[in-house]
């Protein structure tokens, strides 16, 4: 079975600082991970994704998550947050090698940014 | 077209109604998700649908039961429920090892 660690429930950060929220996953088959975004009373938005190839995947709204097999992990960041990025994100793992997978979730990180 | 529909946004139903919850994609994809999201939780898997046919059930109580009458829709039957079964409803779909894309949700309220 696969596990996904969001070790920060809250992050608060001031408007244009950078982030960096943190996902660590456990699996003893190979993944693909994605990031979701969750704004109030909405579903879930797909940041960007990990499949395969470059480790450094760029997705929207200028995010950005490096994945690192060897510590399996799969972190979050942005260089300059903006008051619309406050939202739930969650971090997700599935199965590599099969169809219609289901996803399996962290717990979610609050991102709060501080005008 | 890569959005998912969900009707209606918000339903209020007592423990003894039945009512149905619509979920609607037409971008092809043969799979079909439901999900339960608790308050400051993440989602949880409810059924999987994968060709009209229901592939996963995550032992889910019987007064919630899906259908899927063709490949664009995904209905969620309920019956008898109780206040405790009161969260956001997401829909999603898939097409192979892609990424899931995810409907807008009915917030459901049991009294």
């Known amino acids: 079975a696969q596990s996904v660690t969001q070790l920060d429930s809250q992050v608060p950060v001031f408007e244009e600082a950078p982030v960096e929220l943190r996902c660590n996953y456990s699996s003893s088959v190979s993944v693909y991970l994605f990031w979701y975004v969750q704004y109030p009373n909405q579903g879930l938005q797909l940041l960007l994704k990990?499949?395969?190839?470059?480790?450094l995947v760029k997705g929207i709204n200028g995010f950005e998550a490096e994945f690192n097999k060897s510590q399996t992990s799969f972190h979050l960041r942005k260089p300059s947050v903006h008051i619309s990025d406050t939202a739930e994100y969650f971090c997700a793992v599935r199965r590599s090698n099969f169809g219609n997978e289901k996803l399996t979730f962290g717990t979610g990180t609050r991102l709060t940014i501080i005008p | 077209d890569t959005e998912v529909t969900q009707t209606p946004k918000h339903l209020v139903m007592g423990m003894t109604n039945k009512k149905s919850l619509k979920c609607e994609q037409h971008?092809?994809?043969?799979?079909m998700y439901w999900y339960k999201q608790k308050a400051k939780k993440p989602p949880e898997l409810m059924f999987v649908y994968s060709y009209e046919k229901l592939s996963i059930n995550e032992s889910v109580p019987s007064r919630f039961s899906p259908e899927c009458p063709n490949s664009s829709l995904l209905n969620l039957h309920l019956h008898a429920l109780q206040p405790e079964d009161s969260a956001l409803y997401l829909c999603?779909?898939?097409?192979?090892?892609?990424?899931?894309?995810f409907g807008p949700g009915t917030r459901l309220t049991v009294l």
């Open positions: 999603a779909s898939s097409q192979g090892r892609n990424e899931q894309f």
């Open positions: 990990y499949l395969s190839g470059s480790t």
């Open positions: 971008m092809g994809h043969r799979a």
